[in-house]
């Protein structure tokens, strides 16, 4: 007869033996990942990035190296590539064009993204339950927000009539959001004029152009070559005294009218996490693509008044920021 403790004996033995399940992996002690990005590694996205990684026991210099890659949109193949040459253990690449080059480089190092518009749209997974391949992270929601915007810039300056958006076709997260912004822009009755960019040397022919067209307001279309210039836009806008509607939180701060969407800061804390679980033996294929929790409304009422506007209680109280 076979006792309790002996069967337990064997139990141990067998399990200490047994091979690893297939696609189970020892957790790493010490990793290296490489980022892929067109500003600086001290801005607030990246620290709150580094900050979540630590708070997961990966500390840069201890037991992470990460490997910063900075450049403009067009060489963000050449940076991929030589992350792939260096086979870091994981790329962080947030953005739309960023993870499309990335999956375009390699199929077998994981990738993750934070903040591209639509990723099964755009072919960068097959669903956000199910990403499959080696790509996955969060959706910034950006091809759905564009008619939001616009509700919000019109209760701001309702007299607005024709409104000039300035995109970069090249991504495809924006062709979307051009098409998905053409309703809601006839519902409030407002004609967009479309003003493209490419490229850094753009800029001034599409201000030009903006000025000589009659137009009484400006939205942007987030992604990086407009996130990246996005001083210059709000300082044009300033100029021309037009009421501009913004992605991004910290423009207001800088002087903007008008920003709403998703906090790019939380997807970049989150981002981590998933940085983290691959780190730990995940697999891409199988962490679903999670969306935003975590959106913002700030307005500056000092700009308002520098363009004639009142902005109204309702909006004031929506807020979750206000400039005095």
Do not use: C
Request: aromatic content about 6%.
């Amino acid at each position: 007869m076979v006792t309790s403790s002996v069967l337990a004996i064997a139990v141990l033995i067998v399990s200490l033996v047994a091979p690893a399940p297939a696609g189970a992996q020892a957790a790493r002690s010490s990793a290296r990942i490489g980022v892929v990005r067109n500003q600086p590694p001290a801005d607030p996205m990246h620290q709150a990035f580094v900050a979540s990684l630590r708070e997961r026991g990966w500390v840069d210099g201890r037991n992470l190296t990460i490997e910063y890659l900075q450049g403009e949109v067009a060489q963000f193949a050449d940076l991929v590539r030589e992350l792939v040459r260096r086979n870091v253990d994981v790329i962080f690449a947030p953005n739309p064009q960023q993870a499309r080059v990335a999956r375009d480089a390699t199929a077998k190092i994981p990738i993750v993204f934070a903040v591209v518009g639509d990723p099964v749209g755009t072919g960068l997974v097959k669903s956000l339950a199910r990403p499959g391949g080696n790509v996955t992270g969060l959706t910034g929601f950006g091809s759905d927000l564009a008619g939001k915007r616009l509700e919000i810039l019109k209760e701001l300056a309702p007299r607005i009539a024709r409104v000039a958006v300035l995109w970069n076709p090249a991504v495809p997260d924006k062709v979307l959001e051009w098409k998905l912004m053409q309703d809601p822009a006839r519902a409030l009755g407002l004609e967009l004029r479309s003003v493209e960019v490419r490229a850094p040397a753009d800029f001034p022919g599409a201000f030009e152009a903006i000025a000589r067209g009659k137009i009484d307001g400006l939205i942007t279309l987030g992604e990086p070559l407009t996130f990246g210039h996005r001083a210059t836009i709000i300082d044009f806008a300033r100029f021309a005294r037009l009421p501009a509607v913004f992605n991004w939180r910290d423009t207001v701060e800088s002087g903007a009218l008008v920003a709403y969407g998703p906090s790019i800061v939380d997807l970049y804390r989150r981002a981590a996490v998933y940085v983290d679980k691959i780190l730990r033996g995940a697999q891409p294929a199988d962490l679903p693509v999670e969306q935003p929790v975590q959106f913002e409304l700030a307005i500056n009422a000092k700009t308002a008044t520098a363009l004639g506007l009142t902005v109204p209680p309702s909006l004031r109280l929506r807020a979750d920021q206000v400039v005095e």
